[in-house]
């Protein structure tokens, strides 16, 4: 997972982290895409990945998107709009053939924060109701390091609500915020060997992980994936 503040100026760096690791999956916001397919997308390809994203053709800045390598099977990909956050959803599915995982990208933009909880939390009532399998990554713009803070509680409680989990527990940004997330699910998935790398030329870190389970291949092979109502708005407070 990774926020590298306009993906095509660093593009090079990038695919040589995802094929140096062997990355399978990639969570990446604020890619600075402003069309569905170019050079970026080309090049990804040529290394081994599909890129599902949304991005902005009118504006700068934003953008979501997430990374898979061909080989795997990827269905129902989507995009939701919001005010306050950019998303993109896409299923993966299991090599059983029953069961699929979700990944979802998510980026928040500096927008009012009590709409940000309403908005988010009818997104993941969304995905509770829809989709099975949860794995939500991505820059959310919110120093969930700081606990005590009104909009970091409204925030956990929403993730409780859903009996999710949050599993960076530490910086993920230059000036010592956790701002880059990964929720999930701990009773269905299991989230691993997390750690940071530094990159030079963004002001978040790479962030790679592991999740446990098994995802359908064209090769029929069994791999380990890495990096890469009940809510009381009263009590939501103004920016």
């Known amino acids: 997972m990774w926020n590298p503040q306009s993906l095509q100026n660093k593009l090079f760096d990038f695919i040589q982290t995802l094929v140096d690791n062997d990355i399978d999956i990639a969570f990446v916001t604020e890619t600075w895409m402003t069309c569905a397919n170019n050079l ?3 090049l990804l390809k040529e290394s081994g ?13 934003g953008g979501v998107a997430i990374l898979t390598k061909t080989s795997f099977v990827a269905k129902n ?7 306050t956050f950019e998303v993109v959803v896409q299923i993966v599915k299991l090599f059983n053939q029953v069961h699929a995982i979700t ?5 928040r933009l500096d927008e009012s924060k009590p709409v940000f909880i309403q908005e988010f939390y009818n997104f993941i009532e969304i995905l509770s109701t829809n989709y099975n399998n949860l794995v939500i990554c991505g820059d959310l713009n919110t120093h969930i390091n700081k606990p005590t803070e ?6 956990n409680d929403i993730l409780n609500t859903f009996s999710l989990s949050q599993s960076v527990h530490f910086p993920t940004h230059k000036l010592g915020n956790t701002l880059d997330l ?3 699910d701990p ?3 299991t989230i691993d060997n997390i750690y940071v790398e530094k990159p030079d030329r963004s002001d978040h870190f790479m962030i790679f992980f592991e999740i446990l389970c098994n995802i359908e291949s ?15 708005l009263q009590n939501f407070k103004s920016d």
């Open 40 to 42: 970026t997308t080309g």
């Open 77 to 83: 990909s989507k995009t939701f709009k919001f005010k």
């Open 182 to 184: 990964i929720i999930h």
């Open 218 to 232: 064209n090769s029929k092979r069994e791999i380990t994936f890495r990096n890469f109502k009940n809510v009381d």
């Open 49 to 61: 990945y599909v890129m599902f994203h949304s991005f902005r053709s009118d504006q700068k800045g």
């Open 150 to 155: 009104t909009f970091v509680s409204d925030f």
């Open 187 to 189: 009773s269905i998935l």
């Open 103 to 107: 990944l979802v990208t998510v980026y």
